[in-house]
């Protein structure tokens, strides 16, 4: 009972990615009436050729038994009908490609456009990889296996029931013959599928083990040769590699019986039509050259069967992706802007934060009940071991995620009732994990605010500390930086990230610090642009170092996603709490 | 890729027997039309029923011959391919596990695994396919030329010139369009790329609130990827009716041709039937073996990565005498002006390196990244060779040793936090295969790491995910720590390796080693003053060189790059004292 209103379910979301889909075909309709009126003249001329040829052949009997008028006029019918026939094709394939790589386009440009509305929400519990896999390599196998599996399904269908007609039109009892054994290829081909799916679960699982063990041990070779381990590493590997020997044999020798066994059925129809069609020919009822004509049919007539089977797998994949597509395009966006919101102007650095509490996940309390003045100008570092949820007080002063409970304002005015672009405009943000687009130092600086002067934007490299590298690059401000470049350290980068942040001289900021990995001398720099950058502005930091610690307001201690301890240092030492420890250690 | 094809000696005779059986099948596939032929022109000529009978049985006969050899082929072909890219994996995994550090860094290891896996699938399919088709589809496209010939030579012409202009256009189409599906690919990964950055780089963007930018920067790629496609779309689509129009102007010639010979009594009627069959069946080959031969370039082109791969040669060699113990030798390990470069990196890493350390000694070193502290302590277990000057351990040059007693006096545990699938008791048994179940327990306390462990489910048998995905970085970091000190080492080595642990327990782990009974020689190498301030000695290193020696009071004083650091991290306790 359960099971057929799941399946019934499972139908309409097939109708409904369905009718979707033909949302999308819409504007292209007139092409794939090209496709299938051009389609349908193709495959109908080609299926004519055969009958041709058998005329012919009966116009060329023996020894001065030919007529060559005749022949003249087939030859010439048939030329005419390969010239259509290749147009049409030529059109055909042209109109499919037209319309699959449009379909294609505007479904990624509303995936992007959609993914650039989705709250940070979605964003972070979902990998990059997945949601790029998304828009990119989805999008193309659903365009492939639709289009292409859709033109190509009827196509088959038109070859199959065209066949049928014209050989019903020659002689219905060999038609018969044709008729009864075709099938068995396709009975063949589905055993043979079904016998070898589970040899190739078999085979990709044994791959899937070998690929994991050969990346864990690459992977891992150093401490591998450090523990000098490499002998039993090699002999498990070579056991992992025997038992998929044995099974890629199986799954690929069993796999490869297909395409023999639909020829053996093809060769079985055959010889069958040139037995019947003989002994039709010699009672008289069948000519040779219709012979001829029948035996062109009987050589592709598996064919479409075959492609129809593959093309309706090709085509649940199909609909799988696209279904994957529109679930993601589907994804609530982000609360949008309130009617009435305010853009924020002349902000001076007044925060508050009043009885907030948060949350990722409903039933996992994290912020409870944050209450928090912070004063134009003010300092506050937030600290606390790794992975103690620091980001989260980022997230929600920039709005990147709504509060559950209470509210954030900035110079008194609720956060939810301003515009975002004017919210994140009052706040300059380095983040420790530095981000950069691809493009130049330039573009990259001048990110937040394209229409400064030259001079303005070496001024603000200058007070990052960041103009005297860029000098030294290749080409100066113009260096292209792509995202796995090595033309920059990390510190450098960083560098870069103040710059941006520079130049736009924002009224609060958002800074975190590096842990490690810049070497001393960078470190010191950051540092300086760092405080140059603070001079005068509300920050909030996410402070490793004990000297930016030392010198803040107000000193936020995070522990387990929760504010333990507030105050500034000489409170909290006295406090004799978890900073007490922390310092100490 | 030809050295490669040495490990297909073992298959010889399957790599022999499998086209020879696909010659076989293509023969019989070719016998069809002219029994064809003979039933039209004999059986239903002469009305000659058991003739007919006797020709359709035959037609029978062949097919059962042609899939019996067929399957044979088939299964010899993958016999061959599977255990071919068997045994090269077998080889290739041996020699990867030789290969030195410099050589990894050099490679890359995302590119070993690249070939270890994609690459050798793709060339057990080029095997595979090579084997099945290579000598079919010439020989049947070939052969049909031939069985005209044996017809009617003059007809046979047709395909004398039908079969290059085939092959010009089926080949040309594939030239022409191969380099264009590059350019198509690289307008993808330029899509792919945007799309990642707009994901990593979410917050930055809509703090700068680029959303639009970014936008009308995916429709430019967009559109341009979607132009390319169309454009090469629109050069493969002529493949199909140009084929088309060749193969049936051969049909029509053949006609033609065939009906004025026949008139003049020098051709029969089932034979211009059997002509036009022939015809019919080179296409199908034609296009298959141009597939075949872009399976065979992909092919070769792995082949040869992988070759390249085999031919690194050993860069280091080990001796095989062991080196006669020195019981109490002073100096547990000595530098002796050692410099060292990296492959391909221009500056020197290390510079003139001149250190004696005592037996029992903990050394702290530190310095900046790239300052090559990490490269200083990898040349004891000659992870990397000194490329001027001398490592000595025990007082003995560490080139004399054999590589197993060498590393089995040194407990390493690295800056990446590496575990391999299994439990956590099999981990730690990598650094002491006959440690017992009490040793275990005592090297995981020491390393801070049992109160974890018991809290696991199962304890010392609780299971390691792959890499040890299922632990926090402080829990892997602990445990290799224990997997070092389980050994027992002489010296014991810890590159960076507690940077996950907090304050507290990277302090307790410290003074545990302290008291260990056996009196390691211990390097510790950090970015953090508090982790090596201990020390009895520490090197301070800038730049590959050393900038100072002496324990912490005395390189306060002496030393301006290890103060530098120092107040960059403390920084207002010092004004304050």
Request: aromatic share 8%; hydrophobic share 45%.
């Amino acid at each position: 009972m359960s099971r057929n209103v799941n399946d019934e379910k499972q139908n309409s979301g097939i109708w409904k990615t369905f009718r979707r889909l033909m949302r999308y075909l819409r504007p292209y309709g007139h092409i794939l009436c090209f496709s299938v009126m051009t389609s349908l003249i193709s495959v109908g001329l080609t299926l004519y050729l055969p009958i041709l040829t058998g005329r012919a052949v009966d116009a060329i009997i023996g020894p001065d038994a030919v007529d060559f008028d005749r022949i003249l006029e087939i030859l010439i019918f048939m030329a005419a009908s390969v010239a259509i026939t290749a147009l049409a094709q030529w059109v055909m394939n042209v109109c499919n490609n037209k319309m699959t790589y449009s379909i294609v386009r505007d479904v990624r440009r509303d995936a992007f456009e959609h993914l650039q509305s989705l709250p940070l929400k979605y964003l972070d519990a979902h990998t990059s990889g997945e949601i790029v896999s998304r828009i990119i390599a989805d999008v193309d196998q659903f365009a492939d296996g639709l289009l292409m599996g859709f033109t190509q399904f009827f196509t088959s269908l038109i070859t199959i029931f065209g066949t049928l007609i014209f050989m019903l039109t020659i002689h219905p009892m060999v038609t018969l013959v044709v008729v009864c054994i075709t099938p068995v290829s396709l009975f063949v081909s589905a055993y043979i599928a079904k016998k070898t799916y589970h040899m190739f679960r078999m085979q990709s699982e044994t791959r899937g083990e070998q690929t994991g063990y050969i990346d864990e041990m690459i992977s891992g070779l150093r401490v591998v040769q450090a523990y000098h381990r490499e002998e039993a590493v090699a002999e498990r590997f070579d056991e992992i590699n025997r038992k998929l020997q044995k099974r890629s044999l199986k799954a690929i020798f069993f796999s490869s019986i297909t395409n023999p066994a639909t020829r053996f059925v093809n060769s079985l129809v055959y010889a069958g039509v040139g037995i019947t069609g003989a002994i039709a020919a010699i009672h008289g009822r069948m000519t040779v050259g219709q012979l001829t004509s029948f035996l062109g049919y009987a050589n592709q007539y598996t064919k479409p069967f075959n492609e129809i089977s593959g093309v309706v797998t090709e085509l649940q994949n199909a609909l799988a992706c696209a279904a994957r597509i529109f679930a993601f395009m589907d994804e609530e966006p982000q609360t949008p802007e309130a009617e009435d919101a305010v853009v924020l102007t002349d902000v001076k650095g007044n925060v508050g934060i009043h009885d907030v509490s948060f949350s990722y996940v409903p039933d996992q309390k994290l912020l409870e009940h944050v209450t928090l003045a912070v004063r134009a100008g003010q300092r506050i570092a937030i600290v606390g071991p790794t992975g103690c949820g620091k980001t989260t007080l980022i997230n929600l002063l920039m709005r990147f995620y709504d509060v559950n409970r209470g509210s954030i304002t900035v110079e008194g005015e609720d956060i939810r009732h301003v515009t975002r672009n004017s919210l994140r405009d009052a706040y300059g943000m380095v983040l420790q994990e530095t981000w950069l687009k691809t493009g130049t130092v330039r573009e990259n600086i001048c990110m937040g605010y394209p229409e400064a002067t030259e001079e303005e934007m070496i001024e603000a490299a200058k007070l990052s500390h960041a103009h005297s590298f860029i000098k030294r690059l290749p080409q100066g401000y113009d260096t292209v930086i792509t995202e796995d470049s090595d033309t920059l350290s990390q510190g450098q980068k960083q560098l870069l990230c103040i710059a941006r942040v520079m130049l736009c001289r924002p009224p609060m900021l958002i800074l975190d610090e590096a842990t490690s990995s810049i070497d001393t001398r960078t470190e010191i720099r950051i540092q300086k642009a760092f405080h140059q950058l603070m001079q005068g502005r509300t920050s909030f930091i996410v402070a490793h170092r004990l000297s930016t610690i030392q010198e803040a307001d107000v000193i936020l201690v995070m522990k387990d996603g929760n504010i333990i301890e507030q105050g500034n240092h000489e409170e909290l030492l006295a406090k004799r709490g978890f900073y007490y420890t922390l310092y100490n250690s | 890729m030809k050295k490669l094809l040495i490990y297909l000696k073992e298959y010889r005779k399957e790599s022999i027997l499998a086209p020879l059986f696909k010659m076989l099948e293509a023969s019989f596939e070719l016998l069809v039309p002219l029994v064809m032929a003979a039933i039209m022109d004999q059986g239903i000529a002469n009305q000659d029923m058991p003739y007919i009978w006797k020709m359709a049985m035959l037609l029978l006969l062949l097919a059962v011959v042609g899939l019996a050899s067929s399957l044979t082929a088939q299964y010899f072909a993958a016999k061959a391919a599977v255990g071919f890219s068997t045994k090269v994996k077998h080889v290739l995994f041996r020699h990867i596990q030789t290969l030195s550090f410099s050589d990894l860094d050099h490679v890359g290891t995302p590119a070993l695994i690249n070939h270890m896996t994609s690459d050798m699938n793709q060339v057990q399919n080029g095997v595979n396919m090579v084997l099945r088709l290579f000598l079919r589809s010439p020989f049947i496209v070939f052969g049909a030329m031939i069985m005209a010939f044996t017809i009617d030579w003059k007809n046979a012409l047709v395909f004398v010139v039908v079969i290059p202009l085939l092959t010009v256009v089926v080949v040309g189409i594939m030239l022409l369009t191969i380099p264009k599906y590059r350019t198509v690919q690289e307008a993808l990964d330029r899509v792919l790329g945007i799309t990642r950055e707009n994901l990593t780089g979410v917050r930055v963007i809509r703090a700068f609130h680029q959303e639009e930018q970014e936008q009308m920067h995916f429709y430019e790629q967009n559109d341009e990827l979607t132009r390319l496609q169309l454009f090469v779309g629109r050069i493969s689509a002529f493949m199909n009716p140009l084929t088309f129009i060749l193969v049936n102007a051969g049909v029509i010639a053949l006609l033609w041709s065939g009906a004025v010979q026949v008139n003049i009594g020098n051709l029969t009627q089932g034979e211009v039937v059997a002509l036009v069959n022939y015809m019919n069946q080179i296409l199908v080959e034609l296009v298959k073996l141009a597939n075949l031969v872009i399976t065979i370039t992909k092919a070769v082109a792995c082949g040869n990565r992988i070759q390249t791969i085999l031919e690194i040669p050993a860069a280091q060699t080990f001796s095989d005498i062991p080196v006669a113990e020195q019981p109490a030798a002073d100096i547990a390990v000595e530098f002796q002006n050692v410099s060292f470069t990296y492959h391909g990196g221009g500056d020197k890493a290390l510079c003139h390196l001149n250190l004696k350390v005592k037996r029992g000694e903990t050394i702290g070193i530190i310095g900046g990244t790239g300052s090559g502290k990490s490269t200083m302590i990898h040349l004891i277990p000659r992870f990397y060779d000194a490329t001027e000057g001398k490592v000595l351990v025990d007082g003995v040059d560490v080139m004399k040793y054999p590589k197993e007693q060498l590393r089995s006096k040194i407990g390493i545990v690295m800056q990446k936090a590496v575990l391999f699938q299994g439990s956590i008791r099999e981990n730690i048994a990598w650094g002491n295969e006959s440690a017992g179940e009490d040793e275990i327990i005592h090297a995981l306390e020491l390393a801070q790491g049992m109160e974890f462990v018991n809290q696991k489910e199962g304890g010392l048998d609780a299971h390691v995910t792959q890499s040890g995905k299922n632990l926090s970085g402080g829990q892997r970091q602990r445990l290799t720590v224990a997997r070092a000190l389980v050994r027992k080492p002489e010296i014991l080595i810890l590159d960076d390796s507690t940077s996950a642990l907090d304050y507290a327990t990277d302090a307790k782990l410290r003074q545990a080693i302290q008291t260990l009974s056996y009196d390691p020689t211990v390097f510790i190498v950090s970015q953090r003053t508090v982790s090596i301030r201990h020390a009895d000695r520490i090197v301070v290193l800038d730049d590959g060189e050393i900038a100072g020696i002496g324990t912490h009071e005395e390189l306060l004083n002496s030393c301006d790059v290890y103060r530098e650091i120092y107040e960059s991290q403390y920084h207002k306790e010092v004004q304050g004292a």
